[in-house]
């Protein structure tokens, strides 16, 4: 096997998870080998230490495959159970210093900073440490919940000393980027808030360097799709295109689903639409036993991403009524841009953290956690609006959400 010429490793949560940093993973990785990166490496948890951390997994049997070029690694822990936390850390950090002693000119990319981060941090710093001299630029993208979640549990809780950690290990990167301008906005709020207890100097420091880079997102998988296989696949889950309001996200708190089930039971339009949920999460069985009598809510949670754009661009409107709690704010809303490529019905949702830079002007917006309003916007959206005006909706949103194509940011991450 020749010798790799230039080396793109990313540190995520990559699938089976099912969330929109491993589609971005996804996405990033397969634009490297267009642009003269030959050796393109996820680095990532085995499927074992993700199915015991609770986390929302796709089915293992239907994941898309990558491009040949992209490896995917999944380093076993080291050590036995006397390191109960750190082993698959350690794993992780091992296998990228053995990547890094080769030479090879590489990047660096880690995707939510606890412990993505740390783990790239560590692994240059032993890498340098023993002589290895690696060829080695750095990039710390926070996500939005690294910082929502994490950063900000610390400050209510006092932890200063976790926060001042975290910080340090963001700003110890070449480059560091947020996943939109909300993000941005909450990194320097926390770091001001850090510096006023702690007498730091970090606010500063992230004002300087903290860009934005949106989510990159195949556009062509949403764009064009075939309205005949769009209803066969509809048909296949008992489906009719424009006869069901679309929630397809993460099953939780957070994500609006309850204000949105209690919403249905109001609607005027329940008769002529049912209501789909999308995707498995914590709030699931929760949802589940709400919804027990009313059988024009379904329940999907097997969908893959194949049949996703299907399910987006063939709903009467799409609904993600996210709302701040103290562990997730919604910091940008990737299927909201996927739903707007797609097409179909118009988008319903809230101006929630970075939801607005998702959907510009081209959304429906309601107010987070008003349920009255929520089911008045889904009414209007489904009995109401002409089809010109859901016409010029969706050619808007569409335009706008073009801007979040996997290339384009790609090309100004790695510039």
């Not at 690294?146 to 700003?171: K, M, P, Q």
């Not at 009524?321 to 118009?346: H, N, Q, R, S």
């Not at 016409?391 to 194509?405: I, N, P, Q, T, V």
Request: aromatic content about 6%; overall charge negative.
């Amino acid at each position: 096997m020749s010798r790799p010429t230039r080396r793109l490793v990313i540190a995520v949560r990559a699938d089976p998870v099912i969330c929109g940093h491993s589609g971005e993973a996804r996405n990033l990785a397969e634009v490297a080998l267009t642009r003269g990166f030959d050796d393109v490496r996820l680095l990532t948890w085995p499927v074992p230490a993700l199915q015991a951390a609770g986390l929302p997994l796709k089915p293992l049997d239907r994941l898309l495959p990558y491009s040949p070029g992209i490896t995917v690694e999944r380093p076993e822990a080291v050590g036995d159970y006397r390191v109960p936390d750190g082993r698959h850390l350690a794993g992780l950090t091992g296998r990228l210093v053995e990547l890094l002693a080769d030479g090879v000119p590489t990047v660096c990319l880690s995707m939510y900073l606890v412990p993505h981060t740390q783990v790239i941090n560590d692994a240059v710093a032993a890498a340098r440490a023993a002589g290895f001299h690696p060829r080695v630029r750095t990039i710390a993208k926070a996500v939005g919940s690294d910082v929502t979640n994490v950063i900000r549990n610390c400050l209510r809780e006092g932890r200063f000393g976790a926060a001042t950690v975290l910080l340090t290990t963001f700003l110890a990167s070449d480059e560091v980027v947020a996943v939109s301008e909300y993000t941005r906005d909450e990194i320097i709020a926390a770091a001001e808030e850090v510096d006023a207890n702690c007498g730091t100097g970090f606010a500063e420091q992230c004002r300087q360097r903290v860009t934005v880079s949106y989510p990159p997102i195949d556009s062509a998988a949403f764009l064009g799709l075939d309205p005949d296989a769009v209803g066969a696949a509809l048909a296949r889950r008992g489906l009719q295109p424009g006869k069901y309001i679309l929630f397809l996200s993460r099953v939780a708190r957070a994500k609006g689903i309850y204000d949105l089930v209690i919403a249905y039971g109001q609607m005027r339009c329940r008769d002529d639409v049912k209501l789909v949920v999308a995707g498995t999460g914590p709030a699931l069985e929760h949802v589940r036993a709400m919804a027990k009598e009313d059988d024009r809510i379904v329940f999907l949670t097997d969908v893959d991403d194949d049949e996703k754009p299907m399910l987006m661009a063939g709903c009467a409107a799409y609904a993600l009524p996210t709302k701040p709690e103290p562990d997730f704010v919604e910091t940008f809303g990737i299927a909201l841009a996927e739903k707007a490529l797609a097409g179909g019905g118009p988008i319903v949702t809230t101006l929630t953290g970075g939801t607005g830079e998702a959907v510009g002007d081209a959304a429906v917006i309601v107010e987070a956690g008003d349920i009255g309003a929520l089911a008045e916007a889904l009414d209007r959206v489904v009995l109401d609006m002409t089809d010109s005006e859901k016409s010029d909706l969706e050619k808007r949103a569409r335009a706008h959400a073009l801007s979040f194509d996997r290339a384009a940011v790609f090309d100004d991450l790695f510039h």
